[in-house]
């Protein structure tokens, strides 16, 4: 694997939590996701299929769920929150033996975590079904207390000012593009993409454990 001439300079790594931490779940998704339009389908007097439609339209325009569902009039910190609240997450959420190996690979590291639309209480919950505690995490950036998501600079902004830390400084850890990548990459965080290549991030892998090979003799 190529290592970047500027991979030495990274002081803190910085991750997401849903579908980074733990995998993407399509059962999950599809339980949000039918939550969601039926949210919107009752606040505007639509049909489902135009609420998808619509939806969807506003989705690629707006890159985040929680500011779609906003678009609509509805409040998508507090919709997400909400929905949260409602799921018994350990169905969907396991411990993961190899991420808590990565984490003690780690321990040396500074870590902060910014996650869309959870409660800290939300993100400890998930972190502890996943076998990680939060104290791992320097800082911790529950946007619903923010009040700004991703990829708004808010909450990238809010952590670099908590590390005392450039932005050129952090490496930014995410599955998504349209808010772990840009957003990271608009405050001069470097990235670091989940899964598919894309050439708007700086380093992509096709596994979150994989970070271990980037960093495992630095």
Known sequence: MHIPSWLPSIRALGWDLDG??????QTLTKLIQKRQYQAVSEKMRWSLQRTRSEYEKRY??????????????????????????TIDLSVFIHRDERMVHMFD??????HFLISNSNRLDQIQKKLLLIG????????????????????????FLFALEKLRLPPEQTLF??????????GASAVGMRTCRIGETTPSADICIPSVYDILLIFSDR
């Open 132 to 155: 990680l505690q939060a104290e791992i995490f320097e800082v911790i950036v529950p946007t619903e207390e923010l009040g700004e998501v991703k990829p708004d600079p808010a909450p």
């Open 20 to 25: 980074t931490l733990y995998p993407p779940s």
């Open 173 to 182: 850890i995410g599955d998504r593009v349209s808010t772990d990548v840009m």
């Open 105 to 110: 690979s780690l321990a040396s590291r500074r």
């Open 60 to 85: 690629l325009n707006l890159g985040s769920n929680t500011k779609t569902i906003s678009s609509f009039g509805i409040d998508g910190i507090s919709f997400f929150t909400s929905a949260w609240d």
